[in-house]
């Protein structure tokens, strides 16, 4: 396991780079590319000292290496604008929005593995039989259908026709004023195990499972395509045959060195799986007005809040490049080839 | 005689590729004696590495036997159950290394993780303690260097000769009655392949193994067999003792194999070859395959498949000059 | 390539459920693309002009398979139309992306030192982004319209073929062949062009097919969150977000879009399926197996 500081190090330093390219990035699309940045920032009722006050603290009058300048310090001092549609600064409100989408999230992506993976394996090694071929449909049908879409009938049919899951919110705050629910980490499925209180933990459940669930289905998917076509090439590999006919028994080598083959590569891919479904998430939780930070960019790409949109792009970003490292990690400590 | 110990009778095999069904083997018949080294020879594409997997069972998915027996102490194991070939064949009676000594090994384990597994499975020990000892002690009968070292390492950290004794130190240590090694030294260096096939004579003698060693290199099996078989686009030509076909060899090209062989003491200085190519494995071959390359090819010889005549004590030929000749 | 290839590539395909399936699927999308202005039922629904107040809403029948939507528009009409919408979008982003991509990565990876390391750089400073979100930034700040919607994918995507090519590129230009072309005195482009790309030329393939699908997915999602197609184009996303409000009573304006776009990315992605299995000289023998 060749994970040491200097790699750690480097890791580290690759991050700030790349956290620097998404700012230089933004920064060319908000400032340059418009060719009136200020009208994007005020919005499409603002009244002219508006704009020329806007023009002035975009420092708009001054020259690129400035507003560059700019606009790194006051990324990192905190300021990144007031959304018009809610009168609040925009990282205060992605920061309170945070917790939400990631509980949201990250139950998706249990979900998308936990049944992802072992299909994939399944259809693998099953191949050319129905079982495969049905895997194969559904991964194939899952991947092509919108998420919003998908999220729209599905809240049709199991809310508002059969009512069997509420549509909307994350928690009924009549149960949760009524049983002293208090949010510690902002995970509420966590919270209130950790409180005991199980009729929050219910309700929570009842609310967060049909969006996760419509959440996951593609990167459910995308991991059964992907993890049946590793499981596929990594069977025909010599080491596999080898294994073999040295007499280990065939489970063994499925599950205790196949998996693991399989796993690197699927690990790897995580940050992107990771990356699609937080884009997902944006709709989902505008569907289902789940208060997260898909549900307030969302809201903020339909009112055209510029700041808003901006800040969410950066954040995510960020948000994005971070897991991409993590990842990174946990894949050079499985896998020993990994160069420093 | 010797006991057989390995029979193969009229062994039929397929590959199935996006140009066609290649017929890879085609009725080929050999036997192994108890003790004995068997060498296939033959060139790319002759089938000795299929037969060689057909064995073991170790065939890629793509293949297929069609026909044929392989039979083990009198047992057909070509009609055992994956299960009875895991639990009671591979690596207990009958073990395989292949030629890749990189490939072979799984990348995200190490040495030792590999070698304990095989030998929990054959062996039954429960003591984490031997398993361990018993595992170095395999990795020094293969004369490996600093054993501890390589047990903890992974495959990319070793060069090709340390991990192919790696693999027969695997191979043989749930101690097998035959060992089938598919070309084990044509990726290594020449220097260390006499390592390798010294190392191979040793174990043999030492475990009184039986061997099949296949490999297109004429020269390697003479150093290293007993008996050799002469394989071409999945025919069997000529079988028979190192010694009498070195000295007698009756199939043309057999002949011509040997005549291929440099020579430091010959004046001539010009590399010898044999003109043609391989027939077309994926049609079926009416006659002898070697037909259109053969100098004393006659009619018959495109028409029908030559039987298998013994011309003297276990010296078997596949070609109707032979037989015309009785 | 020769006529034996081709015939019995054909026989492979046939012989293959899901490849006929993808191949009809993608044939039929691009020639409804094609012809649907001239075969729709009602010409004026579908481009969004008119309306007509008595046929609001009316569900699924037989002058209106697929219902009528909130402006009395034929909805069948229109989802047929946007058939040419996504075509164009599919095309559009992907060839774009494509262009500018390989252009990036030929050069990347046949220059080397410093210009692929800026370029690399470059790419990398966009791939940083989680993959539709980059097409969001550009399609807010360009504004709605059919035109931005594709500038804006396709500046988001073109980074991952430039990386594609540029480490096929890569891992060819050291091979021999490339250095005799070198040494016969073959200009730099014409090695770029000639020799080099068209070896790189699969994975390219197989990935294109899979974008085209994803460029209609993404699109329609853009469309769906306010920052895509501007109303009254008759795209398939932009049809959804039209059904959302009124899902409780007209459920057919948003379902049958939705198929739409289900059906047309399942063809682009079993093509692509197909285009693996046959391009990839291992996998080309499973589908004999599946075959025989």
Known sequence: MPINKEYIAKRAASLVFVVLGVIIITFIITRIIPARPELLWTGPHATIEQIERARKELHLDKPIYLQLWYYLTDLFSGNWGVSWRTKLPVLS????????????????????????????????????????????????????????????????????WLGLLPAAKRVDEYIAISTGFKPLTGFYLIDSL??????????????????????????????????????????????????ISWGIPRNKVLYRYVLKNVLAPVIASLGLSFGYTIVGAFMVELIFVWPGIGYYTAMSLLSYDYPAIIGCVIFVAILYSMINTVVDLIHAVIDPRVKL | MADIILDINDLHINYYTPEGIVRAVRGVSLNLCKGESLCIVGESGSGKSTIGLAIIRALPPNALIVKGEIYYNGMDILKLSEEEM????????????????????????????????????????KDKRKVYEYGIKML?????????????????????????????????????????????????????????????????????????????NLGVAAEICDRIAVMYAGSLFEEGYIEDILMNPIHPYTKKLLECIPRASKRSLKLKY??????????????????????????????????????SYKHRVSCHLSLAKR | MNLGDIASTFKLIKSNPLSVIGIAIVATFIVVGIISPYIVPYPDDAWGYTYNLDLRLLPPSINHLFGTDEMGR??????????????IIAIGVVGIALAIGILMGLVAGYMGGSIAMVLMRLTDMFLAFPPLLLAIAFAATLGRGLVNVIIALALSWWPWYARLVYIQVNSIKNLPFVDAARVIGLSTTKIMFRHILPNSLTPIIIQSAL????????????????????PPTPEWGLLISQGWALINRAWWISLFPGIAIVITVVGFNLLA????????????????????
């Open chain 3, 74 to 87: 034929d909805l069948f009409s229109r989802v047929l139309l946007g058939t040419r919408f996504s075509l």
């Open chain 2, 140 to 216: 020094k009968l293969v004369e490996l260097p600093d054993p501890e070292r390589i047990y903890n390492s992974y495959p990319h950290e070793l060069s090709g000769g340390m991990l192919q004794r790696a693999a027969i130190a695997i191979a043989i240590s749930a101690n097998p009655k035959v060992l089938i090694a598919d070309e084990p030294t044509t990726m290594l260096d020449v220097t260390i392949q006499a390592q390798i096939l010294d190392l191979l004579k040793k174990l043999k003698k030492e475990f009184s193994l039986s061997m099949i060693f296949i490999t297109h």
């Open chain 1, 194 to 243: 950790l409180q005991g209180n199980i009729p929050v933990f219910l309700d929570v459940f009842k609310r967060i499972i049909l969006p996760a669930i419509v959440l996951s289905i593609y990167p459910m998917c995308l991991s059964t395509r992907m993890t049946r076509a590793l499981t596929i090439e990594v069977l025909g590999e010599l080491h596999v045959r080898s294994s």
């Open chain 1, 93 to 160: 409100s992605i920061l309170t929005a945070l917790p939400a989408t990631l509980e949201l999230v990250i139950v998706a992506f249990l979900i998308a593995m936990a049944v992802g993976m072992p299909l994939g394996i399944s259809a693998a090694i099953r191949r050319g039989t129905s079982l495969d071929n049905a895997i194969r449909v559904f991964s194939v049908v899952g991947a092509s259908t919108p998420v919003f879409w998908l999220a729209l009938i599905l809240q049709l049919i199991f809310s508002n």
């Open chain 3, 211 to 230: 974008d085209m699908g994803s460029a209609i997915l993404e699109a329609a999602g853009l469309s769906f969150l306010g920052i895509g197609v501007s």
């Open chain 2, 86 to 125: 895991t639990r009671n064949i591979r690596g207990k009676e009958i073990s395989i290394v292949f030629q890749d000594p990189v490939a072979m090994f799984n990348p995200l384990f190490t040495i030792g993780e590999i070698l304990s597994d095989v030998i929990l499975t054959h062996l039954g020990l």
């Open chain 2, 274 to 311: 044999i003109p043609g190519s391989l027939p077309d494995l994926k049609t079926s071959i009416l006659g002898c395959p070697f037909a259109p390359r053969c100098d004393f090819a006659m009619d018959i010889c495109e028409k029908q498949l030559p039987s298998i005549s013994e011309v």
């Open chain 3, 273 to 292: 399926d197909t285009f693996q299995e046959l391009l990839d000289p291992r996998l080309r023998s499973t589908m004999i197996m599946r075959g025989v």
